[in-house]
């Protein structure tokens, strides 16, 4: 189902004279991305284009293009391929690599809690994306499960580095904390820095979520949740999830440090220290496919999940384990780095009070003050009624829907749960139900270009049936429509008018079945059986041309219409012509015996020498042929007479 123009005006567009927008499948603060087509390499990607309000404001415009610069440094199989940046008029965008799947929330929020093999999976992927972020020096900054892509195919990328920046620039301000609040590392909260290692402190996070099935702090305020980053420590994720290996708790403990000097230093120390634990455990992460399935729409999102097993994959046992530090020296450098908390929560205390006035102004006028979309349904009036109570303008669309009730609620745009300006418009979009079509005529058609027709006015087409006609094999001869809300099932082949989703069924010509008159009975046999047609009976008759043995006529089909392979039918066989008894006349004169042959069915005939006798002087001595001879009604009988004196 197309979206209408009216709800998003870009569907169908052509950007920069290159791609062919084709719909929107995600939609968010800065941009929205379309599933769009290259032509000029001809194949399908994803495009990004910023939001219109945003494209005159030089900071979000420059952030935009950042993305692009960042994404296009990294060469790695983890991290999503940005091909292009562009400018065309009033819109900015960026084309990347288009990835048909679902994102590690979907996974979690269908799952909610994964299995230690599928956390493996993800995390070391993701871990290898980010290391080789990490190395070209720069930091994602917006590390969250909306940002992590699995594919159809088994490979799992992060991307959206749209606040990433280069750790050498790693100063925000207050007003430049765009990351997600629940992922946000202490250092951004207290001091508005990140570097690599805040990273791994939302990497830490995100992997405590996977094991467990929610997140660790919660809070019906961001300040709530901001609060408890900068001031508590991560609990263990076994005290939620007691199948929790101890050196996966250990290593969420490391990158939720609160020091940033206490995680690991980048990814790749986190990642070895990963694969440290894949050996010790005997878990190996899952190996993507290497072709693409030829599947299915998007929104079967339950398959991905073959990608990360729930079954353990046993590691090589040969592969040589590296030497581990004992737990008292680890537990000496925690403690010594601990000794210099105390400075930071001095600092902690200080910088709260700067927080407040953050948080004042990011509930008073900065994006806290968006309010949700609520969810619609119902006439129009009903949606409108309740977007209005929440402070958004409804704006009317009409659009056709083969799934929707007319005059109701088919969706809005935005979607529920968008998060928008108080008084800001909100399209809903309401079915005018099924689309009429004019069908054309569809009789002497093949079968393929009927197919094609109605295929542009959205019927169901059913299976077409065959069946034995006059007209040439592969035409068609008839269609009957069987409409979807009820009612008679009409013919279709002259053309016709239906609703989009009503059932049609193309009756196809297999060519005509051969003509068994005047066959003997068996050639007929076979030939009808050629045609999967079967002689169930034969019945006899008299005929006068038709030589016994012969088909006289088949039976018409029961039900009548075309004949269908499968059928049975009756022939009728010649008995040859009838013959009857030529009748004794002898004593008869000329008349009388003319007479009883007539009424016998015969032709009387006589020496034309005796017809100018008066009848009474006549007598028939015989016939020719003689009485008690079978002949066909109709054949002349001779009449031998002689004087009655």
């Not at 610069?69 to 288009?98: I, K």
């Not at 020091?259 to 878990?283: F, H, K, N, V, Y």
């Not at 729409?297 to 590296?322: E, G, K, N, R, W």
């Not at 019927?459 to 009820?486: C, E, F, K, M, W």
């Amino acid at each position: 189902m197309t979206i209408n123009q009216q709800a998003d005006p870009l569907i169908g567009r052509l950007v920069d004279g290159r791609y062919r927008v084709r719909a929107r499948i995600a939609r968010g603060g800065m941009a929205t991305v379309y599933v769009a087509t290259d032509l000029r390499l001809e194949r399908r990607i994803a495009l990004k284009v910023m939001h219109a309000h945003l494209s005159d404001d030089s900071a979000f415009q420059s952030r935009f293009i950042q993305e692009a610069r960042a994404a296009a440094r990294l060469a790695d199989p983890h991290v999503v391929n940005v091909f292009d940046q562009g400018q065309d008029g009033e819109l900015a965008y960026l084309v990347m690599e288009y990835l048909p799947g679902i994102t590690l929330r979907e996974l979690m929020r269908e799952q909610r809690r994964l299995t230690i093999p599928q956390t493996i999976t993800i995390m070391d992927a993701i871990l290898a994306g980010l290391s080789a972020a990490h190395r070209a020096g720069i930091v994602h900054r917006d590390v969250k499960p909306e940002n992590v892509l699995l594919a159809e195919d088994g490979r799992i990328k992060i991307g959206d580095f749209g606040l990433a920046r280069a750790t050498t620039a790693n100063t925000a301000t207050g007003a430049q904390l765009l990351g997600t609040i629940a992922y946000l590392a202490p250092e951004l909260v207290t001091r508005g820095t990140a570097d690599a290692r805040s990273d791994i402190y939302a990497l830490g996070i995100m992997l405590y979520e996977m094991l467990t099935g929610e997140q660790p702090y919660k809070g019906e305020q961001p300040m709530q949740i901001a609060f408890q980053h900068a001031t508590e420590s991560v609990p263990r994720p076994s005290v939620r999830n007691p199948g929790v290996p101890e050196p996966l708790d250990e290593l969420v403990l490391w990158a939720t440090e609160k020091s940033p000097d206490e995680r690991p230093d980048d990814a790749q120390e986190m990642l070895d220290r990963l694969r440290e634990i894949e050996r010790e455990l005997g878990i190996a992460p899952a190996v993507a496919a290497a072709t693409m399935p030829t599947r299915r729409s998007q929104a079967d999102s339950a398959d991905l999940t073959q990608v990360m097993p729930s079954t353990m994959v046993i590691a090589d046992p040969t592969a040589p384990v590296p030497q581990q530090l004992d737990n008292a020296t680890v537990l000496r450098r925690r403690a010594s780095k601990r000794r210099a908390r105390g400075a930071f929560l001095l600092t902690l205390v200080l910088l709260l009070a700067v927080l407040a006035g953050g948080v004042g102004w990011w509930f008073g006028s900065g994006p806290g003050s968006l309010i949700a979309v609520p969810s619609v349904a119902g006439t129009y009036d009903e949606a409108a009624a309740t977007l209005q109570a929440e402070g958004f303008t409804p704006v009317r669309a009409d659009e056709h829907s083969v799934d929707v009730a007319a005059d109701t609620v088919i969706r809005t745009d935005p979607a529920a749960g968008e998060r928008l300006e108080q008084g800001a418009e909100v399209t809903v979009i309401i079915s005018l139900g099924p689309a009429q079509h004019d069908v054309p005529r569809l009789n002497d058609m093949t079968e393929d270009e009927a197919m094609g027709a109605l295929e542009e006015v959205k019927a169901q087409i059913g299976p077409s049936t065959a069946v034995y006609s006059g007209a040439d094999a592969g035409l068609v001869i008839n269609a009957y429509v069987t409409p979807r809300s009820g009612g008679d099932v009409y013919e279709c082949g002259e053309g016709c008018q239906l609703f989009e989703g009503d059932g049609i069924e193309l009756l196809v010509s297999l060519g005509a079945l051969p003509d068994v008159v005047g066959m003997t009975a068996n050639a007929a046999v076979n030939a009808l059986a050629e045609k999967e047609i079967t002689v169930s009976a034969q019945s006899e008759e008299f005929h006068d041309t038709i030589e016994e043995g012969h088909v006289i006529a088949m039976a018409e089909r029961d039900g009548g219409g075309n004949w269908r392979p499968g059928d049975s039918t009756t022939l009728v066989v010649s008995k040859g012509p009838q013959l009857f008894e030529v009748p004794d006349v002898t004593g008869q004169n000329r008349d009388q015996a003319a007479n009883t042959l007539r009424e016998a069915g015969f032709e009387p005939t006589w020496n034309p020498l005796w017809t100018p006798f008066p009848n009474g002087l006549t007598e028939v001595t015989g016939t020719d042929p003689a009485a008690g001879t079978m002949r066909r009604a109709g054949s002349q009988v001779t009449l031998l007479i002689r004087s009655a004196l």
